[in-house]
């Protein structure tokens, strides 16, 4: 039976004129999806109001103040979770293919989610329809939708430079992973008693200097973009293991939700015994089941965890009975004046003997002086990385080579 576009679709709702700055966003996310128009809708009661409309909204019989109903629209299932943010193909996907929107509007792939006020609370949602299946459509263009409907929570005055800021960000990190991630620097770690490299660790490099390492990391986060970047680091980084001596370990970056989303599947058939993970933002582990149940099942490949940046001022010690690394990283700013700073020498030695108890070794880093590779050697640490052992290289036989290893 053929419905009606009228028993689809609700009366037509006076609505505001849109803001230049919040039309050219919906075009600006119409062409990069590559579909046929892209929209802006209010919820109001049982209805979703298309406030601003961008594209050829009038082939699927919407035009702006459209409104569509609450028991016949798809947005009611996307708003749940029961729907994801992007349907390549309405008619081949089984959750949509039955639907009477789609059919009678001809929606054959659609892209939407939720936007959020000023005030947390729901606003409506933001889409883009097209007539034809987008099957190109991939997770990073949720994340891309995702980024867009943050922009709209702040004042429009404001709405132009944040586009132009942030799209450049999505860009210049979308980039970078497409070509395989950041290029690495490698960085000897050293057995400080035996005076030998036992492994190294792979660090991101970028290619504009204006932004740190840590600044790139933050800008992907701040676009939605943190896991991808950190996977195409760590593939990349994996790519070296079987130039790197077997007798030495490689140490790898990665924050909490990265183990969960890919990386478990990306280290399994390599030579995982020889691998250290390092977790930033391991304040996050407690509150996640799919976190942990990923520690686990790296564990079983072999892997080792190390609890980065500790004593940077958020690593707690009740977070590393939590996670219980078999290293614990002793940040710089504990490791830079130890010798000559008894309350850096105290905590220090506080953390050998937190490593002794849940089974692992410290690494202090940072080691720059003669002074402080000797207080640290003192203090029991037995590992240790830094200028004075070894700067980070871009080659990886010279950081491998490096006292003889």
């Not at 406030?51 to 702006?64: K, P, R």
């Not at 936007?115 to 190109?136: F, Q, S, T």
């Not at 792979?202 to 950190?230: K, Y």
Request: aromatic share 4%; charged share 25%.
């Amino acid at each position: 039976m053929t419905v009606r576009a009228a028993t689809l679709l609700g009366p037509t709702a006076d609505v505001p004129t849109p803001s230049a700055a919040v039309v050219e966003l919906l075009g600006v996310l119409r062409r990069y999806l590559d579909m046929d128009a892209a929209w802006l809708g209010r919820i109001e009661g049982d209805v979703l109001v298309l406030q601003v409309l961008s594209g050829d909204g009038g082939s699927f019989h919407l035009t702006q103040g459209s409104t569509v109903r609450r028991q016949t629209g798809l947005y009611p299932e996307v708003l749940s979770g029961r729907l994801p943010a992007l349907i390549p193909d309405t008619l081949a996907d089984p959750r949509t293919a039955d639907s009477p929107v789609a059919h009678e509007l001809d929606i054959r792939s659609y892209a939407a989610v939720p936007v959020m006020d000023g005030d947390d609370a729901l606003y409506g949602l933001l889409g883009c329809i097209a007539h034809r299946p987008h099957h190109e459509l991939r997770e990073r263009d949720a994340r891309f939708l995702q980024m867009l409907a943050e922009i709209l929570r702040d004042s429009v005055t404001d709405l132009h430079r944040m586009w132009q800021a942030r799209s450049q960000v999505w860009l210049d990190v979308s980039r970078l992973i497409d070509r395989g991630g950041p290029a690495l620097a490698f960085q000897p770690v050293f057995d400080l008693e035996r005076g030998r490299i036992i492994g190294v660790e792979a660090l991101s490099r970028f290619p504009d200097p204006s932004r740190s390492t840590a600044q790139w990391f933050a800008a992907a986060g701040a676009v939605g973009l943190t896991v991808e970047l950190e996977l195409a680091a760590v593939r990349r980084a994996l790519s070296t293991l079987p130039r790197i001596p077997a007798h030495i370990g490689l140490a790898v970056n990665a924050s909490a939700t990265t183990l969960s989303a890919g990386l478990v599947e990306m280290i399994a058939g390599t030579d995982a015994e020889r691998l250290l993970v390092e977790i930033t933002e391991h304040e996050r582990i407690a509150d996640a089941p799919e976190v942990t149940s990923a520690l686990d099942r790296l564990r079983r490949l072999g892997v080792r965890f190390a609890a980065d940046d500790v004593g940077a001022g958020y690593a707690g010690l009740e977070q590393l009975v939590r996670l219980r690394p078999e290293i614990i990283k002793m940040d710089c700013s504990l490791t830079q004046g130890i010798d000559t700073d008894p309350a850096r020498r105290a905590v220090a030695t506080g953390l050998v003997h937190v490593a002794e108890e849940i089974g692992g070794g410290v690494v202090a880093e940072g080691i720059e002086t003669a002074g402080e590779l000797r207080t640290t050697r003192e203090t029991g640490i037995p590992y240790g990385q830094g200028f004075l052992l070894g700067s980070p290289t871009g080659v990886l036989r010279d950081a491998c080579a490096a006292a003889g290893a």
